[in-house]
């Protein structure tokens, strides 16, 4: 190889894009992950500590209101059940004409 072909490669070798490391990548890219799923983790502990600590603060101006509207509230209750039962079983295939055809 002659000079001009080592300055040559050297001034080529400035412009290689850098070398990629998989494992690498792959363990910054799981690092993130843990990261976020820990900070979302933390956040609703919060939220649903701060959502207990409310309906505990609150329950005794619940609870009357409660056990008077049950009694009438019961049915429908059981009606909305029993829809929504319906709805996630059948998956919204049963049409009017007869099952959907899902493609």
Do not use: I, Q, Y
């Amino acid at each position: 190889m002659t000079e001009a072909d080592a300055r040559l490669k050297t001034l080529f070798a400035e412009d290689e894009p850098p070398v990629r490391d998989p494992a690498f990548s792959t363990a910054v890219m799981a690092e993130v992950a843990r990261r976020r799923f820990v900070a979302d983790v933390g956040l609703l502990a919060v939220v649903a500590a701060a959502g207990g600590f409310v309906l505990w603060a609150a329950w005794p101006a619940l609870s009357p209101l409660l056990t008077t509207t049950s009694a009438g509230l019961v049915p429908v209750m059981a009606c909305l059940t029993l829809a929504v039962t319906a709805v996630a079983v059948l998956d919204g295939r049963l049409v009017p004409g007869g099952f959907r055809n899902h493609d």
